[in-house]
C-alpha cells in the first residue's frame, strides 16, 4: 500500500493524556485545589489498562510503558510513517467515570483545553473530538457550545456503555447541539462501568470486557434507531469508533425482521432500520474482526450493501494490527479510496474546511 | 461496488423428509398441573408469594408481548388452556402438520431462575415430572429438558442425576440471562453433571439476570428481542473465556432462540481478542472459534432475514454446516415454519441443518 | 371477470370474518362495519393464515412519542409475526413495494340479480331474497406483480 499516495484521514486516535498533572494547568484554582488535596490520582479507566497488549502496540511504547503521550512520538510513529494527511483525537481519558457531575463538567474542560493547546495548536494535521460529561445533558450542551467555535473540534465523543441507553430523550439536546454545530456523535469503544459490561454480569476477564463492546454498541445502535433519533435529527451522522464491524450485518437482518413485526411499537421508525444505518451511520475499519482470508474480507464488506461506510483509522496506539497492515486483504482499490478519505470528508463536514 | 440487489422470492419447498425441532414450549394449563410434584410447603409458598423473578411484575413481563403470552394468535386451543397447553392441537398444528420426527421440549415460565433457589428446584423438579407425565410418555416424538434451578450449582447437579439414564430427556436446560455469565466457576457443577450423564446443555433465551444491558435499560420490547443475540454472545464468550469447553471437552452446548447469524463474526472477533490477550487466560490453549467449531450449536430460530439470501448461505459456510439445528419455537409468535423459513436451493444442506445435525447432537431421531 | 358468491351477507355480520375457498385457494372475508374485503388467506411471509390474525387500526407517528391513530379495524395483523396489512390494498405496511397480499374486489349483491346471471359458480346456493358477497378473482385492473404467493 502506497501510505504517502493515499494520503489517508486516520479517524480515530488517542493521544494519551500522561498524568494527571498534566491537566492541572488547565483545571481552575478550586478544581485544582480539589485535585492535590483530595488525592484524586487518576481517570485511567480499566477499559485499557495501561500495561494490556491490546492498549498499546509494543514498537509504540515509550520507557515507561505509556503510549501517545506526547507529540513527537505520534508524529513519528503515526502521522509520518502513515502519511496521513489528517487524524482525530478521541482522548480516552476516563471524564465519564466521574459520577459527581461538576467535576466531570471541570475534567471534561480541562481535557479538551489540553488537547486544544497541546496537540492541535502544534500540529496542523490534528484534528479532535470534544469529551462531554453525558452525567449531566446540559453540562454536555455546554461543553459542545464552548468547544464549537474552534473548528478543529469535528465530533463529538461519547462512550458505547454509559448509564441510559444513547437514544433516550435526555440526551436529545446534545445532538441538537452537535448537529447544529455539524458534528457528528462519535460513539466509542469503553464504559463508563454504571452496569456491568454485559446484561449477565460482570465478566471474570479483560478479554470478555473487551469482547463485549461489540453488544455494547448494538445495544446503542438498536436504542438510537428505535428511539428515533435518526428521525428526529435527519442531518445527525453517527459514527461507531473501534466497533469491530463485522457484527453488522447480522444484527441488522435481526433487527429488521423484528422491525417489520413490531413496527407497531415504534411507529415513528418509519422505514428499514438497514436504510437508516446506510444513510446515518459510519464504522471506523479498526479493529475489523475478520479472519486473514482476502475472500471473507471482501465478502462480509458486501453484507455492508454500502461502499459509504467504512472511515480509515488505525486506532493508535491500541494494538489492532502488525506492521502497515492497517487495511486488511480483500478491499477493493476504488473502496479504499473512498474509505480512506472521501467517506472521512463526507462523515465530517469541518474536515473540509482546511483538508 | 453496490451489491446487486436481486427481488428474490421465498423458494417454497415441502417440508424436509425428516424434521428435528430444536425449540417446543409447551405449557401447564394451570399451575396446579404441578401439584402432583409438588410438596405442601412449596404448593403453599407458590399460592402465596408467586413467582418472583428479578423484574417488579407480578404478572406479565417486564416488556410486553407482541401478542398475548407471545403466542401465535392461531395456536390457542379451543379446549381453554394457553398456547402449548394442549397436545392435540400441538399434534395437529407442528408434529403432524409437518412430519416432525422429533421435538425437543423446553418449558418456560415455571420457576426457573426465581429469587428463590429453594423454590426454584422444587418447581423444577416438579416441571420436569410434569414433561414426562403430560407429554413425553403420551407421545413418542416428544422428548423432555432436565430443567434445574442454575443459580445453586448443587442442587442442579442432583436433579441432573435424578434424571441421568432417563431417555426421556434430551439435555438440561438453562436458560441465557442468569445472575453472573454462565463459564463462571458456580455454574461448572452443571456443565460436570450434565456430561457425566452425557446430556447437552441447552441455553435458551430469556430468564432475569436483574442486570440492564452494557448501556442501561432498553425502553421497548424490540429493544429487549434483539438484545437476545447480544447477550448470548456474552454467554458464549464466558464459556470460552472461563474455560469451560477446555475443562469439559465432552461438553456440548446449545443455544436456542438467539438466531445464529451473529456467531460467525463473534468467532472471529474473540478470537482476536484471545490471541491479544492469550497471557490473560492461559487456561484457554486454543483458539476460541476451535471450540466453538467443536463444541457449540445454534438453533436458526428466529431466523435472520437479510434481503439477499445469499449473505445467509456465506454465514452458513463460515459458522459451519453441521453447527446449525433446525427449531420452530412453537407456539410463539415468531414462529418459523419449516415449510417456508428455511429456503435453501441445497438439498443435503438443509436435511443436516433440518435434521443430521440435531440428531447427531441428541443421539437419537 | 371471475365472480364467485362465497357467502351470504347475513353470514359475516359487520366486525366478523370468515375462511372461504375460491379455485381452490383460500380467501379470507372481512366485514368492517359494513364494507367487506376480501384478501387470499396466505401470508406472502411464511403462509400464515391471516383469517386468524388480529384486526386493527393504523398506528402512524409524525415523530417519536406521537402515536396517530385511524382506520380501526381495517388493518390485519399477521396471526404468527404481526405483519400488517392493509385491507383495502393488501400491501404491506412495513414493505409496500415487496410485500403484498393479494386481495380481490367484493360486491354485494342481491339474490335475485345472481340466480339467473353466470354468476352462479362453486355450486353456491342461491336464495332470491337474500344477500350475497361476491368476489371477483379476475377484476380488469389486476397487477400482475401483485400476487406473491402462487
Redesign the interface.
Given at each position: 500500500m502506497s501510505w504517502p499516495r493515499l494520503q489517508a484521514i486516520d479517524c480515530d486516535i488517542h493521544p494519551s493524556v500522561p498524568s494527571m498533572r498534566a491537566l492541572l494547568p488547565y483545571l481552575d484554582d478550586h478544581w485544582r485545589e480539589t485535585v492535590e488535596a483530595r488525592g484524586i490520582a487518576s481517570l485511567e479507566s480499566i477499559s485499557y489498562p495501561r500495561h494490556?497488549?491490546?492498549t498499546a502496540r509494543p514498537d509504540w511504547r515509550n520507557e515507561s510503558g505509556q503510549a501517545a503521550t506526547d507529540l513527537v512520538a505520534v508524529r513519528t510513529q503515526l502521522l509520518d510513517h502513515f502519511g496521513v494527511r489528517l487524524a482525530v483525537c478521541n482522548c480516552l481519558y476516563g471524564v465519564q467515570l466521574v459520577f459527581d457531575a461538576y467535576m466531570a463538567r471541570a475534567f471534561a474542560r480541562a481535557v479538551n483545553d489540553w488537547i486544544a493547546r497541546e496537540w492541535l495548536d502544534p500540529e496542523p494535521r490534528l484534528r479532535a473530538s470534544i469529551v462531554v460529561p453525558l452525567q449531566d445533558p446540559e453540562f454536555a450542551v455546554e461543553e459542545i457550545e464552548r468547544c464549537a467555535p474552534d473548528r478543529r473540534f469535528v465530533q463529538v465523543l461519547v462512550l458505547?456503555?454509559?448509564?441510559?441507553?444513547?437514544?433516550?430523550?435526555a440526551y436529545w439536546p446534545v445532538y441538537a447541539a452537535a448537529a447544529r454545530h455539524g458534528l457528528p456523535i462519535g460513539i466509542h469503544a469503553g464504559?463508563s462501568y454504571?452496569?456491568?459490561?454485559?446484561?449477565?454480569?460482570?465478566?471474570?476477564?479483560?478479554?470478555?470486557d473487551?469482547?463485549?463492546q461489540?453488544?455494547?454498541f448494538?445495544?446503542?445502535l438498536?436504542?438510537l434507531i428505535?428511539?428515533?433519533?435518526f428521525?428526529?435529527f435527519p442531518d445527525l451522522k453517527v459514527v461507531l469508533l473501534e466497533s469491530?464491524v463485522?457484527?453488522l450485518?447480522?444484527?441488522l437482518?435481526?433487527?429488521?425482521?423484528?422491525?417489520?413485526?413490531?413496527?407497531?411499537?415504534?411507529?415513528?421508525v418509519?422505514r428499514?432500520p438497514?436504510e437508516i444505518v446506510r444513510d446515518q451511520v459510519r464504522l471506523t475499519i479498526q479493529?475489523l474482526?475478520?479472519?486473514a482470508d482476502a475472500g471473507?474480507v471482501s465478502?462480509?464488506v458486501?453484507?455492508l450493501?454500502?461502499?459509504a461506510m467504512l472511515l480509515f483509522a488505525t486506532d493508535y496506539p491500541h494494538?489492532q494490527f502488525e506492521g502497515d497492515a492497517v487495511l486488511p486483504d480483500g478491499l477493493?482499490a476504488?473502496?479504499i479510496e473512498k474509505i480512506a478519505v472521501a467517506n472521512p470528508l463526507e462523515t465530517y463536514p469541518r474536515l473540509r474546511e482546511t483538508a | 461496488m453496490m451489491a446487486l440487489e436481486l427481488r428474490e422470492r421465498p423458494v417454497e419447498q415441502t417440508a424436509a423428509a425428516e424434521i428435528i425441532d430444536c425449540d417446543i414450549h409447551p405449557k401447564v394449563r394451570s399451575l396446579e398441573d404441578l401439584r402432583p410434584w409438588l410438596s405442601n410447603r412449596w404448593w403453599d409458598h407458590l399460592q402465596t408469594y408467586g413467582l418472583r423473578s428479578r423484574h417488579g411484575f407480578a404478572k406479565g413481563s417486564p416488556y410486553p408481548k407482541a401478542a398475548p403470552m407471545a403466542c401465535r394468535r392461531d395456536a390457542w386451543p379451543a379446549s381453554g388452556g394457553e398456547p402449548g397447553s394442549d397436545l392435540e392441537l400441538m399434534c395437529e398444528q407442528l408434529l403432524d402438520a409437518y412430519g416432525i420426527t422429533l421435538g425437543v421440549l423446553n418449558p418456560l415460565s415455571t420457576g426457573q431462575g426465581d429469587q428463590n433457589a429453594e423454590f426454584s428446584a422444587a418447581m423444577c423438579f416438579a416441571t420436569n415430572e410434569w414433561q414426562k407425565a403430560a407429554w413425553t410418555e403420551r407421545e413418542p416424538r416428544l422428548r423432555a429438558s432436565v430443567l434445574v434451578s442454575y443459580e445453586d450449582g448443587e442442587a442442579s447437579r442432583a436433579e441432573i442425576e435424578r434424571r441421568a439414564g432417563d431417555p426421556d430427556f434430551a439435555q438440561v436446560l438453562l436458560l441465557s440471562r442468569t445472575a453472573e455469565p454462565l463459564g463462571q466457576k458456580r455454574y461448572w457443577p452443571i456443565y460436570e453433571a450434565a456430561t457425566e450423564a452425557g446430556l447437552p446443555v441447552g441455553i435458551h433465551v430469556f430468564g432475569y439476570s436483574g442486570w440492564a444491558r452494557s448501556g442501561g435499560w432498553a425502553s421497548y420490547y424490540i429493544e429487549e428481542m434483539t438484545e437476545h443475540a447480544a447477550s448470548a454472545q456474552a454467554v458464549v464468550a464466558s464459556l470460552v473465556f472461563e474455560g469451560v469447553f477446555e475443562r469439559f471437552p465432552a461438553l456440548k452446548v446449545v443455544l436456542i432462540e438467539a438466531g445464529f447469524g451473529w456467531l460467525a463474526a463473534l468467532g472471529w472477533r474473540l478470537d482476536k481478542v484471545w490471541a491479544r490477550m492469550r497471557d490473560e487466560v492461559p487456561h484457554v490453549p486454543r483458539p476460541p472459534s476451535a471450540y466453538l467449531s467443536e463444541q457449540l450449536w445454534v438453533t436458526t430460530q428466529p431466523m435472520e432475514e437479510p434481503k439477499i439470501r445469499a449473505h445467509l448461505l456465506d454465514v452458513i459456510e463460515w459458522i459451519g454446516p453441521d453447527r446449525i439445528m433446525f427449531a420452530t419455537d412453537y407456539p410463539h409468535w415468531d414462529f418459523d415454519d419449516p415449510g417456508h423459513a428455511l429456503a435453501l436451493p441445497d438439498k443435503a444442506l438443509k436435511r443436516r441443518i433440518m435434521f443430521e445435525n440435531a440428531r447427531a447432537v441428541y443421539g437419537r431421531g | 371477470m371471475a365472480r364467485h358468491v362465497v357467502a351470504t351477507v347475513a353470514e359475516i355480520p359487520p366486525g366478523a370474518r370468515k375462511r372461504v375457498e375460491v379455485e381452490g385457494r383460500p380467501v379470507a372475508i372481512f366485514n368492517v362495519k359494513g364494507e367487506f374485503f376480501a384478501l387470499l388467506d396466505r401470508c406472502p411471509h411464511q403462509g400464515a393464515s391471516l383469517c386468524q390474525g388480529k384486526l386493527v387500526g393504523l398506528v402512524e407517528s409524525t415523530g417519536p412519542g406521537q402515536y396517530r391513530y385511524s382506520r380501526q379495524g381495517e388493518i390485519i395483523r399477521c396471526p404468527w409475526h404481526g405483519w400488517e396489512y392493509d385491507l383495502r390494498t393488501g400491501k404491506s405496511w412495513c414493505e409496500p413495494h415487496r410485500a403484498r397480499v393479494r386481495n380481490f374486489p367484493v360486491a354485494i349483491e342481491p339474490g335475485r340479480t345472481l340466480v339467473e346471471g353466470p354468476y352462479v359458480a362453486e355450486t353456491f346456493p342461491i336464495r332470491v331474497e337474500d344477500d350475497y358477497v361476491v368476489i371477483d378473482t379476475q377484476p380488469a385492473a389486476t397487477t400482475a406483480s401483485a400476487d406473491r404467493t402462487a
Open positions: 494490556a497488549p491490546l458505547a456503555m454509559g448509564e441510559l441507553p444513547l437514544g433516550r430523550r464504559s454504571r452496569h456491568p459490561v454485559t446484561s449477565v454480569g460482570w465478566p471474570t476477564t479483560y478479554a470478555e473487551y469482547a463485549s461489540a453488544q455494547g448494538q445495544a446503542q438498536t436504542s428505535t428511539e428515533g433519533v428521525r428526529q469491530g463485522t457484527w450485518p447480522a444484527y437482518w435481526r433487527l429488521g425482521k423484528f422491525w417489520r413485526g413490531l413496527r407497531f411499537e415504534v411507529p415513528w418509519d428499514p438497514h479493529p474482526d475478520a479472519p471473507v465478502r462480509i458486501e453484507h450493501r454500502s461502499d494494538w477493493p476504488d473502496l | - | -
